[in-house]
């Protein structure tokens, strides 16, 4: 039932989506140190901090500046299993990368569920 791709594939996946965010948002993003981490699967540390299976990223930061003691490093965490699991498909996989990233970006920049939920900001 899971479409599984190899590490790279996914790793070109989520460049494409990042790619389909405005260069001037990504401009911020890149002048940020935002990083964009790949794991496989959530893991102890994830889990005791609540994510399960049902989440396929997060981001971890706050929306303070870079220099703050408490939102350094930012960065988005996709779980590339957790996402693979979602998606019968290649197709279903990348619009779940896609999905996912622009989700996460959302957060970075200060949206809420409810606040994301109310726009188009999806693939």
């Known amino acids: 039932m899971a479409y599984h791709v190899s590490a790279d ?3 070109r996946i989520a460049a494409e989506a990042l790619e389909s965010i405005p260069p001037a948002l990504r401009a911020q993003m890149d002048a940020d140190n935002l990083l964009i981490t790949i794991q496989q699967d959530a893991t102890e540390d994830d889990r005791g901090g609540g994510i399960d299976q049902r989440v ?3 981001f971890q930061g706050s929306s303070e500046s870079t220099f703050s003691a408490t939102g350094y490093p930012k960065r ?3 779980l ?3 996402i693979e699991r979602w998606s ?3 197709e279903e996989l990348v619009d ?3 999905d996912t ?3 996460e970006v ?3 920049f200060g949206m809420n569920h409810n606040d994301i939920e109310q726009t188009r900001l999806h693939h």
Do not use: P, W
């Open 88 to 90: 019968r498909t290649r």
């Open 101 to 103: 990233v622009l989700h």
């Open 96 to 98: 779940q990368v896609h």
């Open 76 to 78: 988005i965490v996709l």
């Open 80 to 82: 590339q299993h957790h």
């Open 9 to 11: 594939e996914f790793e």
């Open 106 to 108: 959302a957060h970075y």
């Open 56 to 58: 396929l990223g997060y």
